[in-house]
Antibody, heavy 121, light 107 residues
Framework: QVQLEESGPGLMQPSETLSLTCTVS????????VGWVRQPLGKGLVWMGTIWAGGSTNYNSAVQSRLSISRDTSKSQVFLKMNSLQPEDTGTYYC???????????????WGQGVMVTVSS | DIQMTQSPASLSASLEEIVTITCQPS??????LSWYQQKPGKSPQLLIH???SLADGVPSGFSGSRSGTQYSLKINRLQVEDTGIYYC?????????FGAGTKLELK
């Protein structure tokens, strides 16, 4: 059974660095990637980046300079780090498993429950 | 970046009514389009991938189609449990972009 679970601090101060963990089960990080999606409060979904099965990453250019995604395959964990937080980074952060191939392109077949992050002084 | 224009932004429909939501990308994305349903306080759930393929476990009342560069999600015979916000996602090229969402309510 595929599962993803996000964890991390709920409240951050402006200029701090956010660290989130996505713990997965039911699949291997060496066979599947993990993506991160952000949803500002009351707004739509924004793809932030993906770490692929081979360990390479790609990021949304809107946050690329502040974002880092890494993993520990032995622990089945993927990490998101984003620095220089601002109030507009407030929202729910989801990790999700992407599926990608020639016929389907990229889509998410499983999602975590999300973790709410508030950036406020 | 590929922009996804989703319409309508909101929709109020009656039980058993047929509902259609559309997405139009700013450039060709082939069949690399997926649809998601999000209920309040919950994570999005995959409905359709590859523009027309129903995801595992999704009721057959949902269907996806493509006509040229316009993609549609159709809900046959709207049920109470179908209310929520629907998003499309283009999976053609990064940054992968979502439509702005369609809020579907019961009339």
């Amino acid at each position: 059974q595929v599962q993803l679970e996000e964890s991390g601090p709920g409240l951050m101060q402006p200029s701090e660095t956010l660290s989130l963990t996505c713990t997965v089960s039911g699949f291997s990080l060496t066979s599947n990637g993990v993506g991160w999606v952000r949803q500002p409060l009351g707004k739509g979904l924004v793809w932030m980046g993906t770490i692929w099965a081979g360990g390479s990453t790609n990021y949304n250019s809107a946050v690329q300079s502040r974002l880092s995604i890494s993993r520990d395959t032995s622990k089945s964990q993927v990490f998101l780090k984003m620095n220089s937080l601002q109030p507009e980074d407030t929202g729910t952060y989801y990790c999700a498993r992407p599926h990608i191939n020639y016929y389907s392109g990229y889509y998410f077949d499983y999602w975590g429950q999300g973790v709410m992050v508030t950036v406020s002084s | 970046d590929i922009q996804m224009t989703q319409s309508p932004a909101s929709l109020s429909a009656s039980l058993e009514e047929i509902v259609t939501i559309t997405c139009q990308p700013s450039q060709d994305i082939g069949n690399y389009l997926s649809w998601y349903q999000q209920k309040p306080g919950k994570s999005p759930q995959l409905l359709i991938h590859s523009a027309t393929s129903l995801a595992d476990g999704v009721p057959s009342g949902f269907s996806g189609s493509r006509s040229g560069t316009q993609y549609s999600l159709k809900i046959n015979r709207l049920q109470v449990e179908d209310t929520g916000i629907y998003y499309c996602l283009q999976g053609y090229s990064a940054p992968y972009t979502f439509g702005a969402g369609t809020k579907l309510e019961l009339k």
